[in-house]
């Protein structure tokens, strides 16, 4: 059964029958925002729902720091130079249901010198487009395994008003376990590079 994780809880990866995961499927997802006001006229003239484009990357960490470019995996970046995370390709809408964009983790693979992955999401051009979280509703992040099977799940549901990005979870090595942590910390970040400095 998956867990619905709160804010800042954390939880040990395992298989169902209790043994080491090798590989997990992040999920992120978010719905279109909330149709703007304006009432019949904005409607007719297409003033409805906003597409916001949000990006999800991935930071893979060494000794709990971002050291280089080259571990940001992100829609510019899909593939990690391990082969061990790989962004399945950019959504620019959130429309539809399900997750919005997918990174896959080879955990097994992962070279040990990456302790912790940090997975953020922006909004692509948010001060030029006047775009903020408090417009999208149903974000959430949510680990699979290497079946499929949903294991936990993170439902961020506070008011993100004003803010541009958000740091959704982190996988992290302890005791040689993979944990997950759910964090939920909004940034007022404009762009990819300004969140990776939160973690140099």
């Known amino acids: 059964m998956s867990v ?31 149709p703007a ?5 904005s409607s007719l003239f297409g003033g409805g729902t906003q597409d916001i484009d949000c990006d999800a990357t991935a930071f893979l960490c060494q000794n709990g720091k971002l050291t ?34 997918q990174i896959f983790v080879d955990l097994k693979g992962l ?3 990456y302790d912790k992955i940090v997975f953020v999401v922006n909004i692509y051009q ?14 959430f992040i949510r680990i699979c395994d290497d079946n499929g ?14 803010m541009t990005a958000m740091v959704f979870g982190e996988l992290y090595r302890h005791n040689g376990a993979w944990k997950f942590n759910a964090i939920g910390q909004p940034t007022t970040d404009n762009n990819i590079e300004a969140l990776a400095r939160r973690f140099r």
């Not at 948010?126 to 974000?139: C, D, L, S, T, V």
């Open 149 to 162: 099977t949903e294991m936990c799940k993170y439902n961020l549901s506070e008011n993100y008003n004003n």
């Open 68 to 101: 280089t470019n080259k571990d940001v995996v992100y829609f510019g970046n899909l593939t990690h130079s391990t082969n061990c995370v790989k962004h399945m390709g950019d959504n620019l809408t959130g429309a539809g249901d399900g997750d919005d964009e």
């Open 37 to 41: 006001k304006g009432g019949f006229l």
């Open 111 to 113: 070279p040990a010198i």
């Open 4 to 34: 619905n994780l709160q804010k800042g809880q954390k939880v040990e990866l395992k298989k169902s029958n209790g043994g080491e995961l090798s590989k997990v499927m992040v999920g992120l997802g978010w719905d279109e925002a909330q």
């Open 126 to 139: 948010a001060a030029e487009r006047k775009q903020h979280f408090g417009m999208i509703r149903n974000a």
